[in-house]
């Protein structure tokens, strides 16, 4: 299953997400290395961890259900993204880069739910 669920261009981009996020955070300050840091990265891997896992599950009605599991984590992940943006541990620059990247795995994501009825 999950052979099948890494060919989604909605997994593809959710795995580039929690790459970027793992980039990005590697210089947060060293007292955050248990809070926001932890916190962003768990919220990102959840995203393509629960595309894999819905996939996994076999039914429409289960995939759906971590589709919308992945949906939350994500928008998660884009509030955590802004606040790392204004404590100033990421510039402008980069939260845009980032969170254009997580806008389009969230459309992607919608039409993949949508598509599931």
Not at 36 to 53: F, G, M
Not at 54 to 76: C, H, Q
Request: proline letters at 2%; a positive charge; hydrophobic letters at 40%.
């Amino acid at each position: 299953m999950y052979s099948d669920t890494s060919k989604l261009l909605v997994w593809q981009r959710s795995h580039e997400l929690v790459l970027n996020i793992y980039e990005v955070t590697k210089d947060f300050p060293k007292d955050e290395q248990f809070g926001l840091t932890s916190q962003i990265r768990r919220a990102a891997v959840s995203v393509p961890s629960n595309i894999v896992e819905g996939k996994a599950r076999g039914s429409s009605k289960e995939y759906k259900r971590f589709l919308l599991m992945a949906r939350g984590s994500l928008e998660e992940t884009k509030y955590q993204l802004l606040l790392a943006k204004d404590l100033k541990y990421i510039d402008e620059k980069k939260y845009k880069e980032v969170l254009n990247l997580a806008m389009e795995t969230g459309r992607l994501l919608a039409g993949l739910i949508k598509s599931l009825g």
